[in-house]
Structure formats: structure tokens, C-alpha cells
């Protein structure tokens, strides 16, 4: 199987061409490639495929095989590789994704794709919409107990299901041993994505992600954006900000005339290559 590697602020994917070739289990096959130690090592795989809706169509599996409705990180990525690889001409996409259709702006240098700016929709804010088993309009800033201890969460969903919870400093904070119980929390039916954020400016956030199904990952875009509808929700931030995360930085836009989140970032292609199945 042919097979690119690429990745988006440090949120690495393997990605498969389905334009030109069938995979079968792909399931069982994200759990092969992610292996860090005995497959290509990723945080899960990216099948780029036709679409009867849109440009293209991304289906995306997390490094334990479960199948993850949306990755911004990812979605950059297969812009540009549709691009960068001749599948497409265009420099604006239509991306169908399992949250919806997304739009990408490709910038193009050189011939080459530098920069994706996705209109990620609008935020979920409703409960049982996220899902989260809460019987209130919203949950914002609600205190909750994992394991002893209280955390202030706010939940948001990008078309995949996030909490967010501010910290004073993010680099210090447990997030392997409170994102694995976070995660499983029995008020996430679906499981979560684990946000932990600590506000550094008015316009400036550092944030490290949990990412259900996979751990702690270098970067979410989905995650950056969740975080700054939350810091905006709770008065930390204004609609527009640059996240900070392991992996490299991410811009993103609350437009409240819109209500639509965008986010803009680079995508690298790491390297390509073949791999016996």
C-alpha cells in the first residue's frame, strides 16, 4: 500500500490515496501504521477518498481504530495533498467530513501548498447535542468531580466532542492521569476529547490535548478551536487568538457575525513510502 506521511502543528496522520486505491479494515489498519514502534507511527490514518457532495471526502481513524467524525489538523493536511499531488487545481475545497462539509482556502507558494485556512462551522454548544449528560442549556464553567478532584469544564463540540478546563500552567499540569480519566468520564457517552488550557494574553493561549482513542497528541485543531470558543465563553479571551501547542501554533476566529470558527495553519508532508500489509 503507497502511503504519505504528513503532519499539521505536529499532529501527525498517515494518509492513503482511495481516489486510486481500495483499503479494507481500515479499522484494523490504523492500528497497524500507528504503532510507533513496529508500524509507520502516527496518531491514526486518513483515507483520502471521491466525494458525490463534495471536492473530496476524508474518513479518519484514530490509533486504536475507532472512527473520529473530524480532525482540523487533518483536514489542512488533505488539502494539501490534493493539491501538492495534482488531484485538484483549485485553491478553494470542499471537504466532506463526518461533522459536515468544510470549506479550505489554500495559500500557494511556489506550487506548492504553505498555508490552509478551514471554516470549521459553528460550534455546538447544546448538551445533548455534544453529548454530554447535562441537563442545562449550557456547560460553561461547571464544576465537576473526577477522582477526588474538581474541575471547572466547559464543553464544546467542533463535530467531535471536547471539554475544555483552563489551568495555571499547562506545562506542569497531569495531563496523561486526568485526560485518561477525563475521557471515560460517565458524562461523555461518546468518550471526549480533553483540552487543558492556561491563558497567557488577551489574544494568546497554550494548550495541550488529550485526544480520545489516541492520548496525548502533539496538536488538535478541532481541540484549538473548542478552546477558544470556551476562553471566550468565559471572558478570558476575545473571539480571536493564537494557540500554542506542542506541536506549533494555530490561529483561530470566532466570527460572532457568522457564529462560524476558523482556523488557519500550515501542513507538511513528512515523507512517503509503501507498506507490506
Same mark, same amino acid.
Given at each position: 500500500?503507497?502511503?504519505?506521511? /504528513?503532519?499539521?502543528?505536529?499532529?501527525? %496522520?498517515? &494518509?492513503?490515496?482511495?481516489?486510486?486505491?481500495?483499503?479494507?479494515?481500515?479499522? #484494523?489498519?490504523?492500528?497497524?501504521?500507528?504503532? +510507533?514502534?513496529?508500524?509507520?507511527?502516527?496518531?491514526? !490514518?486518513?483515507?483520502?477518498?471521491?466525494?458525490?457532495?463534495?471536492?473530496?471526502?476524508?474518513?479518519?481513524?484514530?490509533?486504536?481504530?475507532?472512527?473520529?467524525?473530524?480532525?482540523?489538523?487533518?483536514?489542512?493536511?488533505?488539502?494539501? %495533498?490534493? &493539491?501538492?499531488?495534482?488531484?485538484?487545481?483549485?485553491?478553494? !475545497?470542499?471537504?466532506?467530513?463526518?461533522?459536515?462539509?468544510?470549506?479550505? +482556502?489554500?495559500?500557494?507558494?511556489?506550487? #506548492?501548498?504553505? $498555508?490552509?485556512?478551514?471554516? /470549521?462551522?459553528?460550534?455546538?454548544? $447544546?448538551?445533548?447535542?455534544?453529548?454530554?449528560?447535562?441537563?442545562?442549556?449550557?456547560?460553561?464553567?461547571?464544576?465537576?468531580?473526577?477522582?477526588?478532584?474538581?474541575? $471547572?469544564?466547559?464543553?464544546?463540540?467542533?463535530?467531535?466532542?471536547?471539554?475544555?478546563?483552563?489551568?495555571?500552567?499547562?506545562?506542569?499540569?497531569?495531563?496523561?492521569?486526568?485526560?485518561?480519566?477525563?475521557?471515560?468520564?460517565?458524562?461523555?457517552?461518546?468518550?471526549?476529547?480533553?483540552?487543558?488550557?492556561?491563558?497567557?494574553?488577551?489574544?494568546?493561549? +497554550?494548550? $495541550?490535548?488529550?485526544? +480520545?482513542?489516541?492520548?496525548?497528541?502533539?496538536?488538535?485543531?478541532?481541540?484549538?478551536?473548542?478552546?477558544?470558543?470556551?476562553?471566550? !465563553?468565559?471572558?478570558?479571551?476575545?473571539?480571536?487568538?493564537?494557540?500554542?501547542?506542542?506541536?506549533?501554533?494555530?490561529?483561530?476566529?470566532?466570527?460572532?457575525?457568522?457564529?462560524?470558527? &476558523?482556523?488557519?495553519?500550515?501542513?507538511?508532508?513528512?515523507?512517503?513510502?509503501?507498506?507490506?500489509?
Amino acid at each position: 500500500m503507497k502511503f504519505t506521511k /504528513m503532519q499539521g502543528a505536529g499532529n501527525d %496522520y498517515v &494518509y492513503v490515496d482511495c481516489t486510486e486505491q481500495e483499503v479494507s479494515e481500515p479499522e #484494523k489498519l490504523a492500528v497497524k501504521v500507528s504503532d +510507533r514502534h513496529f508500524g509507520i507511527g502516527a496518531d491514526g !490514518l486518513v483515507l483520502i477518498c471521491s466525494s458525490q457532495v463534495a471536492d473530496f471526502r476524508m474518513r479518519m481513524f484514530n490509533a486504536d481504530g475507532s472512527e473520529a467524525q473530524m480532525c482540523g489538523n487533518a483536514s489542512r493536511c488533505v488539502g494539501k %495533498y490534493v &493539491y501538492d499531488n495534482k488531484l485538484t487545481d483549485k485553491t478553494q !475545497l470542499t471537504l466532506e467530513t463526518g461533522a459536515g462539509i468544510k470549506t479550505l +482556502r489554500l495559500l500557494v507558494e511556489s506550487g #506548492k501548498v504553505a $498555508r490552509i485556512k478551514v471554516d /470549521m462551522g459553528a460550534p455546538e454548544l $447544546r448538551p445533548e447535542k455534544i453529548p454530554v449528560l447535562w441537563n442545562q442549556e449550557r456547560m460553561v464553567n461547571t464544576p465537576v468531580e473526577v477522582n477526588g478532584k474538581t474541575f $471547572r469544564m466547559t464543553t464544546v463540540s467542533m463535530g467531535n466532542p471536547h471539554v475544555v478546563i483552563f489551568v495555571d500552567d499547562v506545562s506542569e499540569f497531569d495531563v496523561h492521569h486526568w485526560g485518561k480519566l477525563i475521557e471515560k468520564h460517565h458524562l461523555f457517552p461518546e468518550k471526549v476529547n480533553v483540552e487543558f488550557v492556561e491563558v497567557m494574553l488577551k489574544e494568546e493561549l +497554550r494548550m $495541550r490535548v488529550w485526544e +480520545r482513542g489516541s492520548g496525548e497528541t502533539m496538536s488538535c485543531g478541532t481541540g484549538a478551536c473548542a478552546s477558544v470558543v470556551a476562553s471566550v !465563553l468565559n471572558g478570558w479571551t476575545s473571539s480571536k487568538a493564537m494557540v500554542h501547542l506542542l506541536g506549533g501554533d494555530l490561529e483561530v476566529e470566532w466570527n460572532i457575525d457568522t457564529s462560524h470558527v &476558523y482556523m488557519s495553519g500550515g501542513a507538511e508532508t513528512v515523507f512517503t513510502g509503501n507498506i507490506e500489509l
